[in-house]
């Protein structure tokens, strides 16, 4: 019934931007706080940012802080992520997740549902 759909990904020289974005769909009521998640080759997920119903409070990793810029569109439940000044540290499978709850969360196991991914690969 609920369904994230990530897109915008692709391959990026390093110092290029990219904006990720994440349609949701079916019962979206709840989704106060979005996320996005990132999973490199052999390594965990990790937090990425995330973002209030509002889009009042944002919150960032510290190794994105400054280049990535999270953002939501209500109206068209959808959740961006605006990645600037890339780095190949940056490569990684980027998840879209979503949660029902009203205050900001970092850790996978909090999150409700979750996109398929979409791969950001960032070239030196």
């Known amino acids: 019934q609920v369904q994230l759909v990530e897109s915008g990904g692709g391959l990026v020289q390093a110092g290029g931007s990219l904006r990720l974005s994440c349609a949701a769909s079916g019962r979206t009521f709840s989704f106060y706080v979005r996320a996005w998640f990132r999973q490199a080759p052999g390594k965990e997920r990790d937090f990425v940012a995330a973002?209030?119903?509002?889009?009042?409070?944002?919150y960032y990793t510290d190794s994105v802080k400054g280049r990535f810029t999270i953002s939501r569109d209500n109206a068209k439940n959808t959740v961006y992520l605006q990645m600037n000044s890339l780095k190949p540290e940056d490569t990684a499978v980027y998840y879209c997740a979503a949660a029902d709850s009203t205050v900001i969360r970092t850790s996978e196991g909090q999150y409700d549902y979750w996109g398929q991914g979409t791969q950001v690969t960032v070239s030196s």
């Open positions: 973002i209030t119903r509002s889009g009042g409070v944002t």
